[in-house]
């Protein structure tokens, strides 16, 4: 392959302002309890709010400088008169938007503006109008908010409900999410736990400390995972401040894509950063003068204290904390300084993590690797076929590959996937940033619809795949870890890059000698799995593994992915024979010297995942180095068996 491909090392990916988060107002229509933004809808802050032609112009500015994805919030983002404009011309000009809304103002016809394809998240408070006008204080407000739920389904307007959870409606959670699931297939819940106000008032700082739930309660809504490949690409922010070295947000700026801007130019790095001494005023600045210079500047601006330094930085829940920065600096006024509450949080996020790797964890040790299955729901031993069990160890190895099944597919509207690579039932696939997205597919033209998603990290070794129910995982004795037809796609993806590979093939061990037998489908793979049953160990009848062993050879390993024959082993032996199955009139073994016919036969019986250069590269130095160091023949045979008697002829030979 290398004579036909050449790498560029390019470093780094640019550091682009990809995505936007812009409140249009803090103003809102509705009062809730635990807003920590909030201005009353007649605020005089108005006057100081981004006119319509500032906003076009950062825009503009914006996606000159690389930004293709919005998220427009507020306050209420539709109480601003001119927000139809604003929406169309920011919609017009990005790949896609996020827009955050309490749905009361929604009319007809911005119904129908919005179905411009984009996520739309309204939030619901109660299942009634009595709690969630309790916690919006204004009467009316859940008429108002089922009013534009019935605009935008009138106008085919797809949307999200998302749930927001708190002391005052928790004892209603199970009635929102039914009331949500009446309006929309695609609901979500917002917020775990609750910041305390941008504006440090003391008094709206205890209403919203009296709206937060117990700890127990929050880890249950939102519990802890161990693997770090979020949802379509994303990856989980590492806590902010976690390195004692340079400024507070120094850890958080370092590779950070995406900015803030408030309702009035103010921009920062983060929408949580309320510190005057972190916002830039974009009303006298240019958008790529803060991007590129006065935002990186901010690495050093700030630098933790003694408290951070004796406190929570060297704090053994830290990995289970949900502290940063500017969550303190709300909380305290210190960047520095501990909050209790979310101490609570790590202690019992740390204790249910402990608890889930017992319950809801499975390792699966394979041809040298060790594939870790975390899944949203306990895993019983009625859960993977009993054959798993052959495979299951206790602890992880070298080469680990870890899997977590989520049950609901994410809502895909408006999500920037990223570059499509390849589209071919079963499987669209997407590359974006180092993130690989597949999307099942269904083969019949027009059906759009998606049966199921994987997110996998650049290296394929961690996955999280998002089912469409927990329906198969409830039945039980499901034949595949991924909850797939096979786990060929991780396999297949994987093995190369460790010096192995993925083969269709019987495998068995005959005088303790491994012996390959490759071909397609219906070659006789099974048929010569029984005729040897009785003489030999069988280690699988369709796929193997093959795996250079660390002294220039190499070595075959068992799977669990049989054909006609259900015996399978995870055991391994020396890769001694190859043997390109031949159905005949005739049983004889037909040494091939020759190194390409070697190759060209081996090649196709590689299983194929999604394939790039680097792939085919490592898979044809392996082909390279079978073909010279194994003894491949040629094996012509009927069905008489005779062909077993050379077999351990061979086998016997010194």
């Not at 394809?117 to 709690?131: C, E, F, H, N, W």
């Not at 408030?262 to 510190?275: I, L």
């Not at 949203?376 to 099944?405: A, N, Q």
């Amino acid at each position: 392959m290398s004579k036909f491909v050449t790498r560029k090392p390019t470093g780094e990916m640019p550091r682009l302002p990809l995505k936007g988060s812009l409140d249009l107002t803090y103003r809102c229509n509705n009062d809730c309890r635990h807003c920590w933004l909030r201005l009353p809808a007649d605020s005089p802050e108005v006057d100081r709010e981004l006119p319509f032609e500032e906003i076009r112009r950062i825009v503009d500015e914006a996606r000159s400088a690389g930004c293709r994805r919005w998220t427009i919030s507020g306050g209420e983002p539709m109480i601003r008169p001119d927000f139809a404009e604003i929406f169309d011309y920011i919609t017009a000009h990005s790949g896609a938007y996020t827009l955050v809304t309490n749905g009361k103002l929604i009319t007809p016809a911005l119904a129908r503006l919005m179905k411009k394809p984009g996520a739309k998240l309204i939030s619901l408070y109660g299942a009634d109008a009595g709690v969630h006008d309790h916690i919006t204080r204004v009467p009316g407000s859940f008429e108002a908010l089922s009013a534009g739920i019935a605009h935008l389904r009138e106008a085919g307007t797809g949307f999200t409900v998302q749930i927001v959870p708190m002391k005052d409606n928790h004892h209603q959670l199970e009635a929102m999410i039914r009331l949500a699931e009446s309006w929309s297939p695609n609901w979500r819940l917002g917020a775990s736990w609750l910041y305390l106000s941008a504006s440090g008032d003391a008094v709206k700082n205890e209403e919203i400390r009296a709206q937060r739930l117990p700890a127990a309660e929050i880890v249950a809504l939102d519990p802890p995972y161990d693997t770090n490949s979020g949802c379509l690409g994303e990856t989980e922010a590492g806590a902010c401040g976690t390195n004692g070295c340079g400024g507070v947000f120094a850890a958080c700026l370092n590779h950070r894509r995406d900015f803030h801007i408030d309702p009035y130019g103010g921009m920062s790095f983060c929408c949580y950063v309320k510190n005057p001494r972190l916002r830039r005023d974009l009303k006298r600045i240019s958008f790529r003068r803060v991007w590129e210079e006065l935002l990186p500047a901010m690495a050093g601006a700030i630098h933790h204290g003694p408290a951070y330094l004796t406190g929570c930085g060297v704090c053994e829940l830290r990995p289970d904390c949900r502290w940063c920065p500017a969550f303190a600096h709300l909380e305290h006024g210190d960047h520095s300084a501990r909050i209790d509450y979310l101490c609570s949080l790590a202690r019992e996020t740390a204790a249910v993590r402990e608890a889930r790797r017992h319950s809801h964890r499975r390792f699966y040790a394979i041809g040298g690797l060790t594939l870790r299955v975390d899944a949203d729901l306990p895993i019983t031993d009625e859960t993977f076929h009993p054959k798993f069990e052959l495979f299951r160890t206790d602890l992880p190895g070298d080469d680990l590959v870890s899997i977590h099944h989520h049950f609901t597919l994410p809502q895909l509207e408006g999500e920037d996937l990223g570059l499509q690579v390849y589209r071919q039932p079963p499987w669209a696939v997407y590359r974006k940033g180092k993130a690989w997205i597949y999307l099942g597919i269904y083969p019949h033209a027009g059906d759009d619809r998606i049966h199921r998603v994987i997110v996998f990290s650049d290296d394929h070794t961690r996955a999280h795949i998002y089912n469409p129910s927990a329906e198969l995982f409830h039945y039980g004795q499901v034949d595949s870890l991924l909850l797939l037809s096979s786990d060929q796609i991780v396999l297949a993806r994987v093995l190369p890059a460790l010096g192995g590979a993925f083969v269709h093939a019987a495998g068995l061990v005959v005088n303790g000698r491994g012996f390959l037998f490759a071909g397609a489908s219906e070659a006789g793979k099974s048929t010569i799995t029984l005729m040897l049953k009785n003489r030999a160990k069988i280690l699988c009848d369709d796929r193997m593994i093959v795996r250079r062993d660390g002294r220039g050879g190499f070595r075959i390993h068992g799977t669990w992915s049989h054909g006609d024959v259900p015996q399978v082993s995870p055991e391994s032996a020396p890769f001694d024979g190859l043997f390109f199955l031949r159905q005949a009139g005739e049983n004889r073994l037909e040494r091939i010297e020759d190194r390409k016919a070697v190759i060209r036969d081996l090649l196709p019986r590689f299983v194929r995942p999604l394939v790039t250069a680097d792939w085919w590269d490592r898979v044809l130095a392996i082909a390279e180095d079978i073909a010279a160091g194994v003894p491949c023949y040629n094996l012509y045979f009927d069905k008489s068996g005779r062909i077993v008697e050379s077999l351990e002829e061979l086998a016997g030979q010194a």
